[in-house]
């Protein structure tokens, strides 16, 4: 147990819709990246929230957005969805951008059809 | 770019060690990291090393890091079946974008 809730846990989509997937903070994380691992990969970077602010991204379209708020929960936004998109979105909360405490949810299984 | 490579699958026998090795590029890695991921589930993370130490130990866990070749081992003593999962090898650097870079995985499969 992480203390990192996401959810849904489960979500099926169609080709062109847009979702948006929830994750909640450690207490006292005030950093949250985001994730994506598709079938049989390592998890790829998207981007980090850090006190509300992108801190980085990774190679991703612009079509995934997100956002941090005050309480420091954070969610993903995908627009136009692919079946590409297709993956376990993982978020991970840490302290101050430090990475060697960085603890992951259970994930998002986002299925698009 | 920067890039983690390791073996896709090791089978143990029960009460063996495993042993799961990987390798990566990034000469400036800050800390290095073990992550095991079971069916279905999120990754939990399992060690992690700075880039100053060759070695940490945690119970049934030994990480390895020969700085030189760029190589991380994680050792597991007396394996059980509660080992069998994906395990990630994965670095960061943190004069880097604030990323974790992860290897494909290690499956590691248990023989009884």
């Known amino acids: 147990e992480t203390g990192v809730t996401q959810s849904p846990t489960h979500l099926i989509k169609t080709r062109g819709q847009q979702v948006t997937l929830r994750c909640s903070s450690q207490?006292?994380?005030?950093?949250v990246s985001w994730y994506q691992q598709a079938l049989g990969q390592g998890p790829q970077f998207i981007f980090q929230y850090y006190r509300e602010e992108e801190n980085g991204r990774g190679n991703f379209p612009p079509r995934f957005s997100g956002l941090q708020f005050p309480n420091y929960s954070s969610e993903l936004n995908v627009n136009a969805l692919e079946l590409d998109d297709s993956a376990l979105y993982l978020c991970?909360?840490?302290?101050?951008?430090?990475?060697?405490?960085?603890?992951f949810g259970q994930g998002t299984r986002l299925t698009v059809v | 770019g920067e890039d983690v490579e390791q073996s896709l699958f090791l089978s143990v026998r029960e009460g063996d060690s495993s042993v799961i090795n990987c390798t990566y590029t990034d000469s400036s890695s800050t800390y290095l990291y073990w992550y095991k991921q079971e069916p279905g589930a999120g990754l939990q993370l399992l060690t992690y090393?700075?880039?100053?130490?060759d070695m940490k130990q945690d119970q049934r866990l030994t990480v390895l890091l020969n700085k030189k070749d760029k190589h991380l081992s994680l050792r597991i003593a007396d394996t059980q079946t509660g080992d069998s999962a994906i395990y990630f090898c994965?670095?960061?650097?943190?004069?880097?974008?604030?990323?974790?870079?992860f290897g494909k995985g290690t499956r590691l499969h248990i023989l009884p």
């Open positions: 207490s006292g994380h005030n950093t």
């Open positions: 090393i700075f880039s100053n130490m």
């Open positions: 994965a670095e960061s650097n943190m004069n880097r974008d604030d990323k974790i870079i």
């Open positions: 991970a909360s840490s302290s101050d951008r430090g990475l060697s405490e960085a603890f």
